[in-house]
């Protein structure tokens, strides 16, 4: 595989204006990021799922900034190359702009991340604006925001009246006026996604479960090999089932333990004889 070079925020800008998809998964740990920068992944999203697909919670509201820069760490370490982005946790950056610019700043200074991601359209856009004027890339997510699940609704598609989709188009446009360099639309109808991106000013859009019309895609990591047991949603899909993969190699190892069949003397080490002999008489 030749060598490729580090993805750079103009060579997004550039894919995007060309029409070249860009490709965009996320990733939580050291070996799982290095195979995806050497798949040529654009983009790696660090994202606050770890907390569902890394530590089992039912939610991504129990994680804290110390997980995220972590994990970020470990991935950065891992894909040298990729355009690496630390999602922001929960009330890392809703209870005020400081606290907005403080934890983004953490997430640069300690992970060596690319750029920052945060949830909410309007409200959250003075937070947006603040982490961009500090020099920091940061991207807005709009549709289904995970942390706020709850009062959405649950995980289910949003901006399926009028109404309600005329507010996530209004909010892409105030999020892209405070400074975002790119725009997550998550479970948005795709005609929407296409409204938002054929509006865009420079701001590259990203879909996830949003339909083809944004400037690349987003996907789960776990949802896209098999690798989350408890349910894999309708936007996924399997491009390879890893987890069906190592469940047979699991059950291979607790077969050939119980049976006797590994380790194999291919897989220890020996002594020679005279050595052996000679510890004998040593120990007596």
């Not at 940061?138 to 507010?167: C, Y």
């Not at 194999?264 to 007596?284: C, H, I, Q, S, T």
């Amino acid at each position: 595989m030749t060598e490729r070079k580090r993805m750079t925020l103009p060579g997004l800008v550039a894919k995007a204006a060309e029409g070249a998809q860009i490709t965009w998964l996320t990733c939580y740990d050291y070996p799982t990021a290095f195979l995806q920068d050497q798949a040529g992944v654009d983009m790696i999203l660090v994202g606050d799922s770890l907390g569902m697909t890394m530590l089992g919670y039912d939610s991504t509201l129990p994680v804290t900034m110390d997980d995220m820069i972590r994990h970020t760490a470990a991935v950065r370490r891992g894909a040298p190359n990729a355009w690496v982005v630390g999602d922001m946790p929960y009330m890392s950056y809703q209870p005020s702009v400081e606290t907005a610019i403080r934890n983004a700043g953490r997430f640069m200074a300690e992970t060596g991340c690319d750029a920052v991601k945060l949830e909410g359209g309007a409200e959250m856009a003075d937070r947006l604006a603040g982490i961009a004027r500090a020099g920091i890339p940061v991207i807005g997510h709009l549709g289904l925001t995970p942390q706020s699940a709850s009062a959405l609704g649950g995980f289910r598609l949003q901006g399926k009246s009028a109404e309600k989709a005329r507010k996530i188009v209004e909010d892409a446009r105030i999020l892209e006026e405070a400074g975002a360099f790119c725009i997550l639309l998550e479970l948005v109808p795709d005609r929407v996604c296409r409204l938002i991106t054929e509006r865009s000013a420079g701001c590259i859009i990203m879909g996830l479960g949003s339909g083809p019309h944004a400037h690349g895609q987003l996907l789960i990591y776990h949802d896209a090999f098999g690798l989350y047991p408890k349910f894999t949603p309708r936007m996924a899909k399997v491009f390879a089932d890893a987890g069906a993969l190592l469940r047979d190699g699991l059950a291979a190892y607790v077969r050939e333990v119980t049976e006797r069949t590994f380790p194999a003397p291919e897989n220890w080490f020996g002594m020679k004889d005279e050595e052996y002999d000679e510890l004998v008489r040593l120990l007596g």
